[in-house]
């Protein structure tokens, strides 16, 4: 890919610059229009074809920025359609074209359809290129105030309450700040299941419509931020951050609360799983002892 500008597009920022063959990942906004690169608008510019996880999207965001699309195709790429489309692009990137995939906002392949045509790509010989910039998970994470030396993104929860609680347990005690999206509708719920398997005083940050006129952030234990969204109904954007775990002093006592505790919303199996998990014990003895906890209640 070479960097000299060669032709000014005919309005707009952009400048048209000659790509090299291959598959260009595009980040866009994930809220303000002005938070593009200047090497997205070249490549939007320049690409011989274009696909995007959003048309509509897609041409809205060219056209404020100017990038004309003339006559090149602007090809649909999503999750309902990824199968039949693909050979569509592997074809033309076989032809030594430039191709140019942007998801709906934010940056391809993060929780984003875009990786299985990477994958074929890369499998079919194709150069792939990253022209990065925004990222929901990025930004969230700079304005959490929780630790950023070590983190995991882990994507969207299961919907299911057993298995985001069991979900949950698996992520509790990794030793790295944790971030990942929910629907505003399912939030309290998630904050729910992490206040009981993560504990109440675990510190958080809800994330919601990062970048955009209402950006909100709600630092502090989890206990703290449910009780603050009690009765709120959210919308928008939600990325949630979780502190990691700290090092837990594992009695009799502190099994016999933690299992309690899970089994006011749980099944004995189920809830001696999550605290065997969470506290690193062995299922089987953490399960005598639900069950020895049952009986003697």
């Known amino acids: 890919m070479q960097d000299t500008p060669k032709e000014r597009t005919a309005a707009g920022p952009a400048w048209k610059t000659k790509l090299a063959p291959g598959l260009y990942f595009v980040a866009t906004p994930i809220g303000s229009a002005r938070d593009i690169t200047l ?40 999750d309902h359609n990824g199968p039949a489309q693909r050979p569509r692009l592997l074809r033309a990137l076989a032809e030594g074209k430039s191709v140019a995939y942007v998801s709906e906002a ?21 150069q792939v290129f990253a022209a990065p910039g925004a990222s929901a ?37 990794v030793q790295a700040t944790i971030i990942l999206y929910e629907s505003p509708k399912r939030i309290n719920r998630l904050l729910t299941d992490v206040v009981a398997v993560c504990g109440g005083d675990r510190q958080i940050a809800v994330c919601r419509e990062l970048t955009k006129r209402f950006e909100e952030v709600l630092r502090g234990p989890a206990a703290d931020v449910l009780a603050l969204l009690e009765g709120r109904s959210l919308k928008g954007e939600v990325v949630v951050v979780i502190d990691r775990g700290g090092p837990v002093a594992v009695d009799d006592e502190t099994v016999e609360d933690a299992l309690r505790d899970a089994l006011k919303t749980m099944r004995v199996k189920e809830a001696s799983n999550m605290v065997a998990d969470r506290l690193d014990l062995p299922r089987r003895d953490v399960y005598q002892r639900a069950l020895a906890l049952g009986r003697d209640d």
């Open 137 to 173: 998970v990025l930004a969230a994470l700079t304005v959490s105030g929780l630790p950023s030396d070590r983190f995991l993104f882990a994507g969207f929860p299961p919907p299911a309450a057993g298995a985001r609680k069991t979900w949950l347990a698996e992520l509790a005690q």
């Open 106 to 126: 934010g940056t391809p392949l993060v929780a984003d359809p875009g990786f299985p045509l990477g994958r074929a790509a890369l499998e079919a010989g194709a």
């Open 39 to 78: 090497r997205a608008l070249d490549i939007l510019a320049s690409a011989d074809v274009l696909a995007a996880e959003d048309t509509r999207t897609a041409r809205k965001l060219m056209e404020i920025h100017g990038v004309a699309l003339g006559d090149r195709q602007l090809i649909a790429y999503h």
